[in-house]
């Protein structure tokens, strides 16, 4: 009897901390991981502000779809949600899809072999589904976008064709507009190595996709894998689905040699949605001048990241001396912003923030018309370039 007692206590113990650690760790993981420096001293100033307001803004890089937080409500956590993105006049946000991360995973060499984001499903309460597969967890993150945009009344605007891109862009009169939001897939294993993957991934949303995260996959080597070998024949086939199909093809997080593959192989422009340059910020995460060439040429886009690894000095100085570098090398037509925002970075503002970019950039140098390319019609001109038609029903 009294045994039966303590296995019913031990149990309900048991039961009370799971359902506690389901409620407290999600937050308590989100807020560690997602933080942002105090506010600067003085905001950006009135000039800067006037023509922030002026802008349409694109960021190509945010996995604020990995936290359990609803994006429709301010959150005191992380990075981007959809007032914050109102806040910082933001177009057209890129929501990236993280499916797995291995335990000490680093920049120079990262074994594919564990995985973090499997304890992260579990303890947000995921569907069982995405505990197992990688696939499950991308579908998972685009359904949790579609639900959030059909809650938002026209607020957060799914981007899939270039009609729907036209029609935001003509719904869009001042910062209180729609935002629109773009699904992308950050590591091709979410296939499932299966090159019809990319046509269920495309069916579910996703219309951009990197190759590779921070280890190699059956489609490509990683700039932080163990052999960084270069597209695969899968990766190959993979990459002339994408283009059929009109999903652009991401090369953050890419090894030097699937760069070259990439660009030997597309045959349209690529777009590099997070990094930063080697000659302001050395590292294999970041790309060399020669890259940054062998892009721009191809009529890609490169977007400069947020973070320190990116950018080695992570302020709205730092920031714009990376975006110049690039400007200096290829022209203003080649660099966007890719903040990285919710993507376990501690980031000197939120998305709300993003006017001290635009501040930055004219401390920098650069000329008007140079930073309303940079800040977002690069990448909205890449975009009704590379996306497919036929607006998207809802
Ligand atoms: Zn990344």
Same mark, same amino acid.
């Given at each position: 009897?009294?045994?039966?007692?303590?296995? /019913?206590? &031990?149990?309900?113990? &048991?039961?009370?901390?799971?359902?506690?650690?389901?409620?407290?760790?999600?937050?308590?993981?989100?807020?560690?991981?997602?933080?942002?420096?105090?506010?600067?001293?003085?905001?950006?100033?009135?000039?800067?502000?006037?023509?922030?307001?002026? #802008?349409?803004?694109?960021?190509?890089?945010?996995?604020?779809?990995?936290?359990?937080?609803? /994006?429709?409500?301010?959150?005191?956590?992380?990075?981007?949600?959809?007032?914050?993105?109102?806040?910082?006049?933001?177009? $057209?946000?890129?929501?990236?899809?993280?499916?797995?991360?291995?335990?000490?995973?680093?920049?120079?060499?990262?074994? %594919?072999?564990?995985?973090?984001?499997?304890?992260?499903?579990?303890?947000?309460?995921?569907?069982?589904?995405?505990?197992?597969?990688?696939?499950?967890?991308?579908? @998972?993150?685009?359904?949790?976008?579609?639900?959030?945009?059909?809650?938002?009344?026209?607020?957060?605007?799914?981007?899939?064709?270039?009609?729907?891109?036209?029609?935001?862009?003509?719904?869009?009169?001042?910062?209180?507009?729609?935002?629109?939001?773009?699904?992308?897939?950050?590591?091709?294993?979410? &296939?499932?190595?299966?090159?019809?993957?990319?046509?269920?991934?495309?069916?579910?949303?996703?219309?951009?996709?990197?190759?590779?995260?921070?280890?190699?996959?059956?489609?490509?080597?990683?700039?932080?894998?163990?052999?960084?070998?270069?597209?695969?024949?899968?990766?190959?086939?993979?990459?002339?689905?994408?283009?059929?199909?009109?999903?652009?093809?991401?090369?953050? @997080?890419?090894?030097?040699?699937?760069?070259?593959?990439?660009?030997?192989?597309?045959?349209?422009?690529?777009?590099?949605? @997070?990094?930063?340059?080697?000659?302001?910020?050395?590292?294999?995460?970041? #790309?060399?001048?020669?890259?940054?060439?062998?892009?721009?040429?191809?009529?890609?886009?490169?977007?400069?990241?947020?973070?320190?690894?990116?950018?080695?000095?992570?302020?709205?100085?730092?920031?714009?001396?990376?975006?110049?570098?690039?400007?200096?090398?290829? %022209?203003?037509? @080649?660099?966007?912003?890719?903040?990285?925002?919710?993507?376990?970075?501690?980031?000197?503002?939120?998305?709300?923030?993003?006017?001290?970019?635009?501040?930055? &950039?004219?401390?920098?140098?650069?000329?008007?018309?140079?930073?309303? $390319?940079?800040?977002?019609?690069?990448?909205?001109? $890449?975009?009704?370039?590379?996306?497919?038609?036929?607006?998207?029903?809802?």
């Amino acid at each position: 009897m009294w045994l039966r007692r303590i296995g /019913l206590a &031990l149990g309900i113990v &048991l039961a009370v901390g799971v359902v506690a650690a389901g409620v407290v760790l999600p937050p308590w993981l989100d807020a560690q991981q997602n933080s942002v420096a105090p506010p600067p001293a003085s905001g950006p100033s009135e000039a800067a502000l006037r023509l922030h307001a002026g #802008l349409r803004v694109a960021d190509l890089h945010a996995d604020s779809l990995l936290w359990s937080r609803d /994006l429709l409500r301010r959150s005191g956590r992380g990075h981007v949600d959809l007032p914050r993105l109102r806040e910082g006049n933001v177009a $057209l946000q890129v929501f990236g899809v993280v499916t797995k991360s291995p335990r000490g995973q680093n920049y120079e060499r990262t074994p %594919g072999d564990s995985d973090r984001i499997t304890a992260l499903v579990m303890v947000q309460r995921w569907p069982l589904s995405t505990w197992g597969s990688l696939r499950a967890r991308a579908i @998972h993150q685009a359904e949790k976008l579609d639900r959030a945009a059909r809650r938002s009344e026209g607020g957060l605007v799914p981007i899939r064709s270039r009609e729907d891109l036209e029609r935001l862009l003509a719904a869009r009169k001042d910062a209180a507009g729609p935002v629109g939001a773009l699904l992308a897939l950050e590591g091709s294993h979410a &296939l499932e190595a299966e090159l019809a993957g990319v046509d269920r991934l495309f069916d579910a949303g996703f219309r951009m996709m990197a190759p590779t995260h921070f280890f190699d996959n059956a489609v490509a080597g990683s700039s932080a894998g163990v052999e960084k070998g270069g597209l695969t024949e899968l990766g190959r086939r993979v990459i002339r689905r994408m283009e059929e199909l009109g999903i652009a093809v991401d090369l953050a @997080h890419a090894s030097p040699r699937t760069i070259d593959d990439v660009l030997a192989l597309a045959t349209r422009p690529v777009l590099v949605s @997070h990094t930063g340059v080697q000659a302001v910020c050395p590292g294999p995460r970041n #790309l060399g001048d020669a890259h940054v060439r062998a892009i721009a040429a191809a009529g890609g886009v490169i977007g400069i990241g947020f973070w320190d690894g990116a950018v080695c000095d992570a302020t709205p100085a730092g920031i714009a001396r990376s975006i110049r570098h690039v400007r200096d090398a290829v %022209g203003a037509a @080649h660099v966007a912003l890719g903040s990285d925002f919710d993507g376990t970075i501690h980031a000197p503002f939120d998305v709300g923030g993003l006017a001290l970019v635009t501040d930055a &950039l004219l401390a920098e140098g650069l000329a008007e018309e140079e930073i309303r $390319l940079v800040m977002g019609e690069n990448v909205l001109r $890449l975009l009704a370039e590379l996306l497919p038609p036929g607006a998207t029903p809802r």
